[in-house]
């Protein structure tokens, strides 16, 4: 059997401060069109893929970050993507940063399908950085002054014929994202990201240790869990920022089948056969017969390291 999507990892250049929606969405709705021209019918992009990556901006108004965020989805300015889509008959996911009627603040992406109907929303749960500017560090990543944590869990969704969730950004560096979604047996997790070339607190950290870290943690998402992921990045240099690129598709036996190269606006267009994720998911990973819950008890009850529960034998 084989249940095959075509699908278009999406990367993103830079986006600079100055640059406005529209320029942004005239790129995306390029890359529909290159996608589609190339075959796919699914396309993935990045995180906050609407502007720059803001949170290395400090303002000390909180609400002054406000323009960064989108109040309605699709909004004035993202209508257009949307009618594109649609019209080229194009499935996708996007990042962009939420803002609520209540008044709250979430970094989200979305499944939207061919029709042009937003199927699925996903809140980013694991935020990474500080709440107040921190003078120590050689860039901010305020993601945690901007973003409340998201309130939807990590739901699996029923979509192009196949099991499909999503992730936003530093959740690729926790098992726990993959597995809630294994444990719904995800087929396919699409994930977005913005991640720096260098790390603000530690100077001996290269781009290339980033990019092994970037790989390693959606490589063993994939295999641990036996799902594709497909993992799409901005890249490049955003106002003397820099992104490091690396977007990727991995299957499900952890190999990465496609990787961009460059740092500008592509896609990455990949055959993903959904039945590839079977032999994983009934074998090594057959989580019913294999998993030992009984011991797991500290994933959930515990939040930060505490004591060691070793204790010295005979005693
Ligand atoms: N966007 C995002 O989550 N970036 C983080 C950077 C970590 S450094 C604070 C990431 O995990 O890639």
Same mark, same amino acid.
């Given at each position: 059997m084989s249940r095959l999507i075509t699908v278009a990892a999406a990367q993103l250049g830079p986006i600079q401060r100055a640059d406005s929606r529209k320029q942004v969405i005239d790129r995306m709705i390029a890359l529909l069109e290159k996608?589609?021209?190339q075959g796919a019918t699914f396309v993935v992009f990045p995180e906050?893929?609407?502007?720059?990556?803001?949170?290395?901006w400090y303002h000390e108004d909180r609400a002054e970050?406000?323009?960064?965020?989108?109040?309605?989805?699709?909004?004035?300015?993202?209508?257009?993507?949307?009618?594109?889509a649609k019209e080229l008959g194009l499935a996708m996911s996007f990042g962009y940063a939420e803002l609520t009627p209540e008044g709250r603040h979430f970094n989200s992406s979305i499944l939207v399908d061919r029709g042009g109907r937003i199927v699925a929303?996903?809140?980013k749960i694991h935020l990474p950085g500080h709440v107040e500017f921190d003078a120590e560090r050689t860039h901010q990543h305020l993601e945690k002054r901007y973003f409340e944590p998201g309130d939807l869990g990590f739901p699996v969704w029923e979509f192009e014929g196949g099991l499909f969730g999503m992730a936003i950004c530093n959740d690729r560096r926790w098992p726990e994202t993959y597995r809630v979604m294994g444990l719904q047996g995800v087929?396919?997790?699409v994930l977005g990201y913005n991640t720096p070339s260098a790390n603000s607190q530690s100077p001996n950290e290269t781009a290339a240790d980033r990019l092994f870290h970037h790989r390693l943690s959606v490589q063993a998402g994939a295999y641990q869990n036996s799902t594709w992921v497909v993992a799409v990045g901005k890249a490049g240099t955003e106002d003397?920022?820099?992104?490091?690129?690396?977007?990727?598709?991995?299957?499900?036996d952890g190999k990465i089948v496609g990787e961009i190269d460059h740092e500008e606006d592509g896609v990455l267009v990949h055959p993903c056969d959904l039945d590839d994720t079977r032999f994983g998911k009934a074998t090594i990973f057959?989580?019913?017969?294999?998993?030992?819950? $009984?011991?797991? &008890?500290?994933?959930? $009850?515990?939040? &930060?390291?505490?004591?060691?529960l070793g204790k010295p034998e005979g005693a």
């Amino acid at each position: 059997m084989s249940r095959l999507i075509t699908v278009a990892a999406a990367q993103l250049g830079p986006i600079q401060r100055a640059d406005s929606r529209k320029q942004v969405i005239d790129r995306m709705i390029a890359l529909l069109e290159k996608a589609k021209a190339q075959g796919a019918t699914f396309v993935v992009f990045p995180e906050l893929a609407l502007t720059t990556f803001f949170p290395r901006w400090y303002h000390e108004d909180r609400a002054e970050a406000d323009q960064w965020f989108e109040r309605s989805m699709p909004g004035p300015d993202t209508q257009a993507l949307f009618d594109k889509a649609k019209e080229l008959g194009l499935a996708m996911s996007f990042g962009y940063a939420e803002l609520t009627p209540e008044g709250r603040h979430f970094n989200s992406s979305i499944l939207v399908d061919r029709g042009g109907r937003i199927v699925a929303k996903y809140r980013k749960i694991h935020l990474p950085g500080h709440v107040e500017f921190d003078a120590e560090r050689t860039h901010q990543h305020l993601e945690k002054r901007y973003f409340e944590p998201g309130d939807l869990g990590f739901p699996v969704w029923e979509f192009e014929g196949g099991l499909f969730g999503m992730a936003i950004c530093n959740d690729r560096r926790w098992p726990e994202t993959y597995r809630v979604m294994g444990l719904q047996g995800v087929e396919m997790v699409v994930l977005g990201y913005n991640t720096p070339s260098a790390n603000s607190q530690s100077p001996n950290e290269t781009a290339a240790d980033r990019l092994f870290h970037h790989r390693l943690s959606v490589q063993a998402g994939a295999y641990q869990n036996s799902t594709w992921v497909v993992a799409v990045g901005k890249a490049g240099t955003e106002d003397g920022h820099h992104l490091f690129g690396g977007t990727l598709i991995a299957a499900p036996d952890g190999k990465i089948v496609g990787e961009i190269d460059h740092e500008e606006d592509g896609v990455l267009v990949h055959p993903c056969d959904l039945d590839d994720t079977r032999f994983g998911k009934a074998t090594i990973f057959d989580f019913i017969r294999h998993r030992r819950v $009984e011991h797991y &008890g500290l994933i959930t $009850e515990r939040t &930060g390291v505490g004591a060691p529960l070793g204790k010295p034998e005979g005693a």
